[in-house]
Every structure is written in C-alpha cells, then in structure tokens.
C-alpha cells in the first residue's frame, strides 16, 4: 500500500520517509517525478550534452508528443502517437532503459489528430511498479502489467459524452489511494458540465463522478492540467485549477471543499488554462495564461478567494507548470523570461531573466541544486536553484520538444519529435 500512495504524493517529506523504507528514489513514475512536484533527489547528474555527446543512446521517435517518459526500474514507458500526418494511430511503448530498445508495443487506438502544437498522445503513463496506467486525448483509458498484457480499458468519451476541449484533451490522471483521478474540464465545444472522476485503479470501474461547476465562458472553462495532491494535517486533498478557479475536493467522495477564484479577474472569455497547480508549505498555486498566476493560503472552506489570497503576480507562465524549493518558487513564461519569487511573500527575487530564445512548453524541474528546462527547439538551459542566477550550460539536441524531462539513477531522459535521449551514465545507488 505504502509503495502504491508514493506515486502520487506531493510532499518531499513523505517521499524522503519512502525512501528509507526502501521504496527507490530513482524510479520517475509520473510526469512531475517521485514525489509528484517536478522535484528529484538525485545528485551528480549531468549537466553539458549534445546530441552525440555524453550520450547514452537514442531511439528514434515517429512523431511528437507533450507526454513525459516514465520510469520504473529497468523499464519506460512511453505514450505514442504513431505519426499525425500518415496512420491517425496511438500506442504504448515499453523500453529497455539498459539499451533503447523496444520491448513491447500495444495499440491505444485510433483517432490521432493535431490541435495547434499538441497531438492525442499528451497525457504521460503512470505506474506503481506493478501496473502502469496510460490516456489518451480520445479518451481511452488503458491498465497494463510491465509484461504488456491489457488489464481492463476505458472510454470516456463513450461513457460520459466528448471532450469539449478546444485544443484536445491533455491531461494526465493522478494516482493515489488505489484509485486514478481524471478531470475533465471543458465548456468551448460543448454544454456538459465538467467534472471529476474516481475510478478504481485495479479494475477501472468508476467510483463516483462529481461535477465541477464554473460561471467561466467560452473557453475560459478548458482546462489541460494534472490535479495535484494536497496533504494537510491529516486530510489530504485533490487540487483542480480550471474555469476561473482552483478547488479542494474529498479524495473519498469527490466533495468540494473550498474554491477560490482570481485566476481570470477581467472576465476574459478565452483564458483557458494550461499550467497544473503546484503546493508548497501551506499554499497553493495555480495560473491561467501567464496574468495572473496566484498564490492561495490553504485551511479554509468554502469560498476562500479573499480570505485566503496570499499574493498575485503579472508575471507568471502560460504552459509550463513552475517548481518550487521550498523557498522560491521559478516561473518560466512561454518567451523564456525567468522569474523566481519568494514563495510566501510573493516578492520578485530576481526576473525578468532571459533563458535562450524560444518557445518554452516543457516544464522546469529542480535537481542538484539546479533548474532544468527546454524550449521547443531541443536547448535546455541548466542554471543554478537559489536567489542569484547562474546560468550553468546550454545543450541543444535534435528535433522539437514539448515533453518534460525525466531523471532516474542518474541519467536524464529527454523527448523530441525526432528521438527519446538518455543523457549520462547510469548510476546505480
């Protein structure tokens, strides 16, 4: 049980218990790492590559995709879209993390299409190490064991009507007490409420479904995030952000308990919102499409958006969800301007920063005391964590990137349309 909830907790103190207990660091079993908030505990890794050097191997990809590997052990996984423009098809895919090679393949369906950067393979895989979990943008569910065997399998659209997304369906679902948490947050192409389900991880049948309502317009009620896990003196929750606001909801019944709006204050009918919420000591943070991004105090019950409003910033990110020490929190904006502020005054220690130009999707994570993140040409700017910036390299690689990058026992695993790259020489702890 103890490995099962690691999977999904947000907390670096719950991980750092998880470790002594055997459960390994290394493993990247989500999009956001071990414990679910872009953060590693890993040491020595690298920090200067390039598309042949300090390369481990490299695997040739069919097309691109937002979703992050995943790592378990000797095995990753990977959401696939088979190539856009030629077959419309999605699969999953197992890799030898020892050579590159493929291990397995399944089919997730059809249905593939392009919506502006990002395809129907966007959500990431999720494991517990011994079943693996895997969505895609039309909706299909599927379980696996790491053997490649199909254990039960979802539609959600069947089920529950389409997605009204205006750019696709993209999130990725939450793990956590032997059940999967899947948002559907919608409103552009459709009048069906949004809402949330739980179902259970074992066999996928649904617990219960609760709807999210929002007075959010036109667009402004789509919503591509991961939920996020807050747990709080004893009570955890399940975090949305989307339709002009953020949410607490009751892992056991799916119950709203506070919301807290902020998050489009001019009403604006097209502030979809993009960046997953991010937790840290007693706050919650969320953004929209860069204006606002907002910091909200956690305790409170029912609406909390002035009760409980820490501090708000101009300056915040419209794609790439932030990442935070634990002091600071750093928010890379869609043009590669940096900003990190106090985490709980909301004070600018140090931005406008300019990371090397482009088009920022994928999100920072923090390692070794530095800042990972990539732009959609393939560079990833490493720079010192802390309240001075120093920039510590530039590596450039083959190909666009929108995916996250992954770490595992001491390598990085980095996604472009053109080649999955493992960066470094495996350290086994």
Request: glycine residues 10%.
């Given at each position: 049980?103890?490995?099962?909830?690691?999977?999904a907790?947000?907390?670096?103190?719950?991980?750092?218990?998880?470790?002594?207990?055997?459960?390994?660091?290394?493993n990247w079993?989500?999009w956001?790492?071990?414990?679910s908030?872009?953060?590693?505990?890993?040491?020595?890794?690298?920090?200067?590559?390039?598309?042949?050097?300090?390369?481990?191997?490299?695997?040739?990809?069919p097309?691109?995709?937002?979703?992050?590997p995943?790592?378990?052990?000797?095995?990753?996984?990977?959401?696939?879209?088979?190539?856009?423009?030629?077959?419309?098809?999605?699969?999953?895919?197992?890799i030898?993390?020892?050579?590159?090679?493929?291990?397995?393949?399944?089919?997730?369906?059809?249905?593939?299409e392009r919506?502006?950067?990002?395809?129907?393979?966007?959500?990431?895989?999720?494991?517990?190490?011994?079943?693996?979990?895997?969505?895609?943008?039309t909706?299909?569910?599927?379980a696996?064991?790491?053997?490649?065997?199909?254990?039960?399998m979802?539609?959600?659209?069947k089920?529950?009507?389409?997605?009204g997304?205006n750019?696709?369906?993209?999130?990725?679902?939450?793990?956590?007490?032997?059940?999967?948490f899947?948002?559907?947050?919608?409103?552009?192409?459709?009048?069906d409420?949004?809402?949330?389900?739980?179902?259970?991880?074992?066999?996928?049948?649904?617990?219960?479904?609760?709807?999210?309502?929002?007075?959010?317009?036109m667009e402004?009620?789509?919503?591509?995030?991961?939920?996020?896990?807050l747990?709080?003196?004893?009570?955890?929750?399940?975090?949305?952000?989307?339709?002009?606001?953020?949410?607490?909801?009751?892992?056991?019944?799916g119950?709203?308990?506070?919301?807290?709006?902020?998050?489009?204050?001019?009403n604006?009918?097209?502030?979809?919102?993009?960046?997953?919420?991010?937790?840290?000591d007693?706050?919650?943070?969320?953004?929209?499409?860069?204006?606002?991004?907002?910091?909200?105090?956690?305790?409170?019950?029912?609406d909390?958006?002035?009760?409980?409003?820490?501090?708000?910033?101009?300056n915040?990110?419209?794609?790439?969800?932030?990442?935070?020490?634990?002091?600071h929190i750093?928010?890379?904006?869609?043009?590669?301007?940096l900003?990190?502020?106090?985490?709980?005054?909301?004070?600018?220690?140090?931005?406008?920063?300019?990371?090397?130009?482009?088009?920022?999707?994928?999100?920072?994570?923090?390692?070794?005391?530095?800042?990972?993140?990539?732009?959609?040409?393939?560079?990833?700017?490493?720079?010192?964590?802390?309240?001075?910036?120093?920039?510590?390299?530039?590596?450039?690689?083959?190909?666009?990137?929108?995916?996250?990058?992954?770490?595992?026992?001491?390598?990085?695993?980095?996604?472009t349309?053109?080649?999955?790259y493992?960066?470094?020489?495996?350290?086994?702890?």
């Amino acid at each position: 049980m103890r490995r099962y909830i690691i999977t999904a907790l947000a907390l670096i103190a719950v991980v750092s218990s998880a470790i002594l207990s055997g459960v390994q660091a290394e493993n990247w079993p989500n999009w956001r790492g071990p414990s679910s908030n872009g953060t590693s505990n890993e040491k020595n890794l690298p920090v200067k590559w390039s598309d042949a050097e300090n390369v481990s191997w490299k695997l040739a990809m069919p097309d691109r995709s937002g979703s992050t590997p995943i790592i378990w052990g000797n095995t990753i996984f990977l959401n696939v879209a088979e190539g856009t423009t030629t077959t419309g098809a999605l699969s999953f895919w197992a890799i030898d993390r020892v050579n590159g090679k493929v291990l397995w393949k399944r089919p997730m369906g059809m249905g593939d299409e392009r919506r502006r950067k990002q395809n129907m393979s966007s959500p990431s895989p999720i494991t517990d190490g011994r079943m693996v979990w895997v969505m895609t943008g039309t909706g299909i569910l599927k379980a696996f064991d790491f053997n490649g065997k199909e254990l039960w399998m979802r539609d959600i659209q069947k089920d529950y009507g389409p997605f009204g997304l205006n750019h696709g369906y993209a999130s990725t679902p939450l793990l956590y007490d032997n059940a999967l948490f899947v948002p559907v947050l919608h409103g552009m192409k459709t009048d069906d409420p949004s809402f949330l389900l739980r179902l259970d991880a074992r066999t996928g049948k649904t617990i219960w479904r609760v709807e999210r309502p929002t007075p959010a317009q036109m667009e402004s009620p789509d919503s591509y995030i991961t939920p996020t896990l807050l747990r709080e003196r004893g009570k955890d929750q399940i975090i949305l952000s989307g339709g002009d606001c953020i949410t607490g909801h009751e892992p056991a019944t799916g119950k709203e308990l506070w919301r807290a709006y902020g998050l489009n204050p001019q009403n604006i009918q097209f502030n979809r919102i993009v960046n997953s919420p991010v937790i840290g000591d007693g706050m919650v943070f969320a953004g929209s499409r860069g204006n606002p991004y907002i910091a909200v105090r956690t305790g409170g019950q029912g609406d909390v958006s002035k009760s409980h409003l820490a501090w708000t910033t101009p300056n915040g990110p419209d794609v790439a969800t932030p990442v935070t020490d634990g002091k600071h929190i750093y928010l890379v904006r869609e043009n590669g301007a940096l900003f990190v502020h106090d985490m709980k005054s909301g004070d600018v220690i140090y931005g406008p920063q300019r990371l090397k130009p482009g088009t920022y999707s994928a999100s920072p994570i923090l390692a070794d005391g530095k800042i990972y993140v990539t732009n959609e040409d393939g560079v990833t700017s490493v720079f010192k964590a802390g309240p001075k910036f120093e920039l510590l390299a530039e590596n450039q690689v083959e190909g666009y990137c929108l995916s996250t990058i992954a770490i595992s026992d001491g390598q990085l695993f980095l996604r472009t349309d053109k080649y999955l790259y493992c960066i470094g020489q495996r350290v086994k702890k």
